[in-house]
Every structure is written in structure tokens, then in C-alpha cells.
């Protein structure tokens, strides 16, 4: 393991799951991120050291120094889940341009993840920037490369995954959201990337984007039970969104958040690309 890589890239994913974290709390209500960060209870402007990501929350023994109300684990969980995605993805591509599209994936999924979770939504307004900004990145680094070809790939892979959720929608409107297909562009744009900037031809992309929405539907029906069961157990913890007077539906009858499920896909297929290709 490169200890240099994983000194930066710790703090550096600490710091945007820190970002993420608002991205969670102030998009769905479509809250200015300008706004200073204030206490979710009491509403109190929180200053730098209280906003120190892991480090505040242990600090301060998980609660808010002003209220003293327990604010939610899932903070430094996500930031954390941010830091080991940082490394991991550091650890697989090197201290190359080409690392640049893949933490952007990571940092866009994990905000649409948690925001699925807890609420059934994958934002436009985190989707469709991290498309725009992940093709602006793409273009830059195939270049910085010199593969061109690799955009041309990576819109591939945007196209044949979104044509599969489409038609899943299509035929199955509540068993697959739109929002999972919109988010399908994102993930068929990276997956097409890495395809395309290590391999040679087109066939690699279709193949990698399959094996990732295999991948993404075993850990979608996996996944959903087990968040059912926790959602019934410890609602606490994670909430049901579709809970009546609190409490939530029968364990086979909520909702399954795919969306988790398919970016986790996603990021497997990136990470393990050449394992999965067989190359």
C-alpha cells in the first residue's frame, strides 16, 4: 500500500464526506448550501471546530455542545464511508489523472445513496451536475492521456445502461424508479470510462455495464431486506419514509431503495474492472 497516497487521500475524502453530509441534509429540502451550518434541534450557527468532520462528532461525544441533543451517527458514518472510498479508489488508479473521474463518482453516489435511503430520492440537483461535471472531467483527462476514444466509450456506457433501466421502467414503473434511471446516465458514463481508457474496442463497455447491473440487482434485493428488517427493528436508526403513524409496512412490503444498490454495482465494476473482464 502507498502510505503517501493514503495520507492525503484520508483527509481529502474526510473533508468531502463532510461536504457530502450537507449535500444530504440540504438538498431534498432544497436548502441554500451557502447557508453557515446550523444544528439540525436548536438551530445554532456552528463554528469551524464544531465541523471538523469525525473529529467534532467524537469531540463532542455525539451530541450538539450547544443543545445537547445526540445528533445522528450517520454523520461520521458517511464521512468515514467518503475517507475509505477515497483510499480505495487512490489505492486502484495511482496518483493519475485518471483517479479524478472515479472519486467523483464516489462522492456523487454516496450523496444519492443516503439521500435514497432515507427518503426514496435521487436528486436531479446531485445527479445531473455530477454528469456535467464528470463528462467536463473526462474530456480534460482523455486528453491529459492522450485517449480521446475513452469519452466516446464512456457515452456508450451512459447510453447502454440507460436504455436497460428504461425498459425496466417501462415495463415495471414501480419496481424501477425514473430517478434510478436518470441515475443510470452517471453510472454508465464512469463505468464506459474506465472501459474505454484501459481497454481496446467497444465490447468491454456493454459487457462491464452488465455485469454491473447484475452485480447491482443481487445486492438490491439483498440489500433490501436487510434494510427493511433494520427499518423494522430500529427504526431509529433508519426510518421508514412510507411508516404510518411511525410505524413501518410489513418487511416484504415497503419499498426497495435501488438506487444504493446500483451505484454500489457501479463501483464494484470500476474498481475491479479488469478481474471482472477477465483481463
Known amino acids: 500500500m502507498n502510505v503517501a497516497l ?18 444530504v441534509d440540504r438538498v431534498p429540502d432544497r436548502t441554500a448550501l451557502s447557508i453557515r451550518s446550523r444544528c439540525p434541534y436548536c438551530g445554532h450557527r456552528l463554528g469551524w ?19 445537547e441533543h445526540r445528533i445522528t451517527p450517520a454523520y461520521p458514518a458517511v464521512e468515514i464511508v467518503t475517507a475509505a472510498l477515497f ?3 487512490t489505492m486502484r488508479f495511482g496518483a493519475a489523472w485518471v483517479v479524478i473521474p472515479p472519486l467523483m463518482l464516489v462522492t456523487a453516489v454516496t450523496a444519492l445513496s443516503v439521500i435514497d435511503l432515507y427518503v426514496y430520492r435521487l436528486p436531479d440537483l446531485i445527479t445531473f451536475p455530477a454528469i456535467a461535471l464528470s463528462v467536463v472531467a473526462m474530456v480534460a483527462v482523455a ?7 475513452a469519452v466516446g466509450r464512456a457515452l456508450l456506457g451512459a447510453l447502454t445502461y440507460f436504455v436497460f433501466l428504461l425498459i425496466a421502467h417501462l415495463v415495471s414503473p414501480r419496481g424501477m424508479g425514473f430517478g434510478d434511471v436518470k441515475l443510470s446516465l452517471l453510472l454508465g458514463l464512469h463505468i464506459g470510462w474506465v472501459s474505454g481508457s484501459t481497454y481496446v474496442g467497444w465490447t468491454p463497455v456493454v459487457r462491464l455495464v452488465l455485469i454491473s447491473l447484475f452485480i447491482g440487482s443481487v445486492l438490491g434485493v ?6 427493511a428488517i433494520v427499518r423494522k ?43 471482472l473482464l477477465g483481463a
Open 6 to 23: 493514503t495520507v492525503i487521500a484520508v483527509p481529502l475524502g474526510l473533508i468531502v464526506g463532510g461536504f457530502v453530509t450537507m449535500l
Open 49 to 67: 471546530s464544531e465541523i471538523i468532520p469525525v473529529v467534532s462528532w467524537l469531540g463532542h461525544h455525539g451530541r450538539c455542545r450547544h443543545c
Open 87 to 89: 483510499v480505495v479508489v
Open 143 to 149: 486528453f491529459a492521456i492522450d485517449r480521446p476514444v
Open 222 to 227: 439483498a440489500g433490501g431486506v436487510i434494510v
Open 233 to 275: 427493528s430500529r427504526a431509529g436508526v433508519l426510518a421508514d419514509p412510507e411508516a404510518v403513524d411511525g410505524q413501518p409496512t410489513r418487511v416484504l412490503a415497503q419499498s426497495i431503495p435501488f438506487g444504493p444498490a446500483l451505484a454500489a454495482g457501479a463501483v464494484i465494476a470500476v474498481l475491479f474492472s479488469g478481474t
